[in-house]
């Protein structure tokens, strides 16, 4: 275990938590995305959420964050979950969650989970006013 590793799970992340972390899952940018969204958190962190949409349906999900790895995991999280899924399942994703998908993260770090579902919140209400036009 490297000593990073270790500093994280002493912090209470889970190992799924700091394997997304690590591993950078779903980090990047889609270059014609569906829908997207930007969205600065009350902590500072900022997460951009790309996606791609085929018949109300994620196919292709994406973020970018600058933060902490509480905004990475969760966002790795968050597009690993939504992937598949339905516009209106995604919609209905609450903190509790992502929190279980990951395994646990620190208390002090659950308003993460928040940022990657308003993220995700703001792009799907981008996708549905593309549509409506």
């Known amino acids: 275990m490297s000593e990073m590793q270790h500093l994280l799970k002493e912090s209470g ?3 799924k938590a700091i394997e997304y972390y690590q591993n950078k899952v779903n980090v990047g940018e889609l270059s014609e995305p569906d829908a997207y969204a930007v969205y ?3 902590c500072g962190d900022t997460m951009e959420i790309f996606l791609n ?3 109300d349906v994620i196919k292709e999900a994406k973020f970018q964050a600058i933060g ?3 905004a990475f995991s969760s966002g790795s999280a968050l597009t690993e979950m939504i992937i598949g899924m339905t516009l209106e399942e ?3 994703i ?3 969650k992502i929190i279980e998908s990951l395994g646990g993260i620190p ?3 659950v308003h993460c989970t928040c940022l990657s579902k308003r993220t995700l919140q703001k792009a799907i209400k981008d996708y549905k006013e593309k549509d409506k036009i």
């Open 68 to 70: 902490c790895a509480g």
């Open 94 to 96: 609450d903190e509790d």
């Open 13 to 15: 992340y889970s190992d």
């Open 53 to 55: 949409v085929e018949d």
């Open 107 to 109: 208390k002090q770090k």
């Open 90 to 92: 995604a919609e209905k």
């Open 40 to 42: 600065t958190g009350p």
